[in-house]
């Protein structure tokens, strides 16, 4: 990885850089779609839903929304961090191989060799696996230290990747004392990776490619977007200097533009990475969070004014229990590239992951849908698309960033009552009756 000073500037010529590089060494996710899940976002919530949430007694909001979905699940390592794993690993000088760099994330550390290099990230079980994918494809052995309560399909997977794994406890202090271990072993250096420009980068090309994408499958079927009225040639003008009620403008509103992108957010180099990308481009950028133990710092932040550096969440959102690192902040905040950051709760979160599973047939973990639950759920975000898009309504890209689960935890997560559990497996009938039926499924 390239010092901090060295690196290409956040802007999206340089996301249009490291795409070029990284190509070669990462999957063109699928964008997908689907009317159940659009016809849902746009029909409103009832007042029943509201009770006993911040918006009890409002009026629901009414927007209309059509999704696009990236699905990053399908990506190199089930989850988007592949993408800057594999640029932060190119852009190593012989120099910086020589001195060696050190990387840091969210959750356990992973160490990467090269000769004289060695890469100490404390990351997620997600970062894991692509450091230790993109050091398998240099020829660079690997040693992962990673919480012991990380998931065991994680743990595998890092382990199938070729590196090596070894175990630490969960607290700070803890993965301090084994990183202080390495660097003395070592001489490493130490980088983080989810807020180290290079990292940001790599993860922003996953907006260039939802951008094209959405572009090719509304030529193709143009029922597909909610702009089915509107002429005109592709003006090229962002909206950065406008606030979101200009952004109804004609030049904004066209078939095959997304109106808007939203993704998780953890560390933020995703959400950032993806704002640098489409800044410019006139579509607007938010973030989603789980509000759960405060895991919504990047909200509060906002809200405050004040970068929030402490999170300790248990939410069932594993991928996103860091806080946002400060680089990210310097592009999350600015209003010009990322207009607001929302929350949602444990329940939301499931009820929307729940709909992708069965809905739209795609394996997810809790992190990944997020955006989605904010798109269904959050009665702020949905009365400011109300207002934005109008009766026409916006086109939404939304990012899955991963889907690195087990069927074991997606059990545990939706756990009910053997009553409940012989009906949703056509065991027993609305009434409780369990009959044995000859039928063709």
């Excluded at 969960?170 to 290079?198: C, L, N, W, Y």
């Excluded at 890209?397 to 889907?403: A, E, K, N, R, Y």
């Amino acid at each position: 990885m390239a010092d901090i000073e060295k690196t290409l500037p956040l802007e999206r010529s340089s996301v249009q850089a490291a795409h070029e590089l990284i190509k070669p060494h990462i999957h063109l996710t699928p964008v997908l779609t689907s009317a159940t899940l659009s016809t849902l976002a746009s029909t409103p919530q009832t007042p029943e839903a509201l009770v006993g949430t911040p918006y009890e007694g409002r009026t629901p909001a009414n927007p209309r929304i059509n999704f696009f979905f990236k699905c990053e699940n399908y990506q190199r390592i089930g989850a988007f961090k592949a993408r800057g794993a594999f640029h932060a690993l190119m852009q190593l000088s012989d120099e910086e191989r020589a001195r060696g760099v050190v990387t840091t994330s969210s959750g356990g550390i992973a160490i990467l060799s090269l000769i004289f290099c060695l890469f100490v990230c404390f990351c997620d079980g997600n970062h894991a696996q692509a450091l230790a994918l993109a050091a398998r494809t240099y020829g660079i052995p690997a040693h992962v230290v990673m919480p012991a309560i990380s998931t065991p399909s994680k743990i595998e997977a890092t382990k199938g990747y070729g590196a090596e794994v070894i175990f630490s406890g969960s607290t700070a202090q803890e993965r301090e004392a084994i990183a202080a271990e390495v660097k003395k072993r070592t001489g490493a250096v130490f980088v983080p990776p989810d807020f180290h420009p290079d990292i940001i980068l790599g993860q922003g090309t996953t907006a260039l490619e939802l951008e094209k994408q959405v572009q090719e499958l509304v030529a193709r079927d143009a029922a597909l977007s909610v702009h089915q009225n509107t002429s005109g040639a592709v003006s090229g003008q962002g909206i950065t200097s406008r606030s979101i009620d200009d952004h109804d403008s004609s030049s904004q509103k066209r078939p095959g533009h997304l109106d808007a992108v939203i993704t998780p957010l953890g560390g933020g180099g995703l959400l950032s990475g993806v704002a640098t990308a489409l800044s410019g481009t006139g579509t607007l950028v938010f973030g989603a969070e789980p509000s759960f133990e405060g895991a919504d710092d990047g909200r509060r932040s906002l809200a405050s004014g004040k970068h929030i550096i402490n999170v300790n969440s248990l939410t069932i959102a594993d991928g996103l229990r860091t806080h946002m690192k400060y680089i990210p902040w310097t592009v999350i905040s600015n209003k010009e590239k990322v207009k607001g950051v929302f929350a949602v709760s444990e329940e939301q979160i499931l009820q929307a992951m729940k709909l992708v599973l069965e809905r739209m047939k795609v394996f997810v973990e809790p992190s990944a849908v997020v955006g989605l639950a904010v798109c269904l759920y959050d009665e702020d975000f949905r009365a400011l698309v109300e207002k934005g898009g109008g009766e026409e309504g916006w086109d939404v890209g939304v990012v899955l960033s991963g889907g690195n689960t087990t069927v074991e935890a997606i059990s545990k997560m939706f756990s009910v009552t053997e009553k409940r559990a012989e009906r949703a497996t056509s065991k027993v009938d609305p009434h409780g009756e369990r009959k044995a039926e000859d039928v063709p499924g």
